[in-house]
């Protein structure tokens, strides 16, 4: 039988628009179906706009920040590593640059440059896209391959990719609708829940603070029981609702993944290149040789002055408060203040405010060296519709590159 198109590839977002491109560089007739009016409207919103492309690292850094999962990647990166990815974009006009951080942004700081090279490059692969189309079913042909359905047409395809994403904003039409293909055709789909996603937390005078940036803590989740959960060392962002910024989204996947998230406790570590003797005698000398100050303003010295306040106020210690003739009990009370600050979680702002999904196709049921289904011959997924969910900054893009990539190579 002769198919209407070799691979049809569903969801043009970042792993959807790389395998297209590849496959179609093959000579394979592809169709990439993208059921918004854009495609790559997630590319545009990541960063700030600005679109972290990857980070500055080798391939055992991408793998690191995906924790066990990780070693599921190792084939997709030996096709396209972070290397790699910087090589195509800057081969496509895209000039990038590295970050103190180790983020890779384009050089304009414009997620739209990106997402236009991508576009540029898909068109001279001579790859179709069909915008304002979604798959409605994937269903099995009897001659093999597979049948197509959208709301216009049905097509036949020998290969189908699945790139439809998780549920992060879903607001860019990423809403799950992958983890049906995969239901129907035998996959087991992990749960899903918002990683990568800004803290929500019970006491008040967190919002107090609101717009304090700190560049550097640790940041705890610990269970119930005092066991910890995870632990992310990274700048923090105060909001009113909570805490943002890469340290809290970093381990915000353990507070989503929780049956009960408002029995944790983030444990935070405002000076975290400091051991807590030294911190000790410091504030001991410091006092000792500033009674006259407030108390306040010698801790400012460490630790931004509203936060200082905080932190005494915590510690039941008067904001008036002189610096002269400190307790060991007090002082003991304010540098556990500095290093073990105990904040109750409410819980995430959910996936309307997380970059990445957490869950979805279950890693066991697809086989790594080539993105193909162990359940159905001829059925391929990649990104973030996969169970794989990684660190903030650039990894999870990276991932999506990657896997994209090597699916290409097998449409």
């Not at 600005?50 to 690191?64: K, L, P, Q, S």
């Not at 009674?291 to 460490?302: C, F, H, N, P």
């Not at 890693?363 to 011959?377: G, P």
């Amino acid at each position: 039988m002769t198919f209407d198109w070799d691979a049809v590839v569903l969801g043009a977002g970042a792993a959807g628009l790389m395998a297209a491109t590849r496959a179609a560089e093959r000579g394979r007739r592809v169709l990439l179906l993208e059921k918004g009016k854009k495609a790559g409207v997630k590319i545009l919103m990541s960063g700030g706009t600005r679109c972290n492309i990857t980070h500055d690292c080798d391939a055992r850094g991408i793998v690191a920040a995906f924790g066990p999962n990780g070693k599921f990647l190792h084939s997709a990166l030996a096709q396209l590593g972070p290397r790699e990815t910087v090589a195509f974009f800057e081969a496509e006009g895209v000039a990038t640059k590295v970050e103190e951080t180790g983020k890779v942004f384009p050089v304009s700081d414009r997620a739209v440059d990106v997402l236009d090279a991508l576009l540029r490059r898909l068109a001279r692969s001579g790859a179709t896209l069909a915008l304002n189309e979604p798959a409605r079913e994937v269903l099995p042909h009897p001659d093999g391959g597979f049948w197509v359905v959208t709301p216009s047409r049905t097509v036949t395809a020998e290969k189908v990719l699945v790139t439809t994403g998780g549920r992060s904003y879903p607001g860019c039409g990423t809403t799950g609708d992958g983890y049906a293909f995969a239901t129907r055709f035998g996959h087991t789909v992990h749960p899903q829940r918002p990683a990568l996603v800004p803290l929500t937390v019970q006491p008040a005078w967190v919002g107090d603070l609101r717009g304090v940036t700190l560049p550097d803590v640790n940041l705890k989740v610990v269970g119930p029981e005092g066991k910890p959960l995870d632990a992310r060392r990274g700048s923090l962002l105060f909001a009113h609702f909570g805490l943002t910024g890469p340290a809290p989204l970093d381990v915000s996947r353990a507070v989503s993944g929780y049956p009960a998230p408002a029995t944790l406790g983030l444990e935070l570590d405002l000076l975290p290149g400091e051991p807590e003797p030294a911190l000790d005698e410091w504030v001991r000398t410091e006092t000792a040789a500033n009674g006259r100050q407030l108390l306040a303003g010698v801790m400012s010295a460490k630790v931004t002055r509203r936060v200082a306040d905080q932190v005494l106020a915590l510690s039941g210690l008067p904001a008036g408060r002189t610096a002269a003739a400190l307790a060991k009990a007090d002082r003991q009370k304010l540098v556990a203040g500095v290093k073990r600050l105990r904040l109750p979680v409410r819980g995430t702002l959910g996936f309307e405010k997380a970059e990445v999904t957490a869950g979805g196709v279950s890693l066991d049921e697809v086989d790594s060296r080539t993105m193909r289904s162990k359940r159905q011959a001829g059925l391929y997924f990649a990104g973030e519709v996969l169970d794989l969910d990684g660190w903030i900054g650039g990894y999870n893009f990276q991932a999506a590159w990657s896997t994209g990539w090597l699916a290409g190579r097998e449409l």
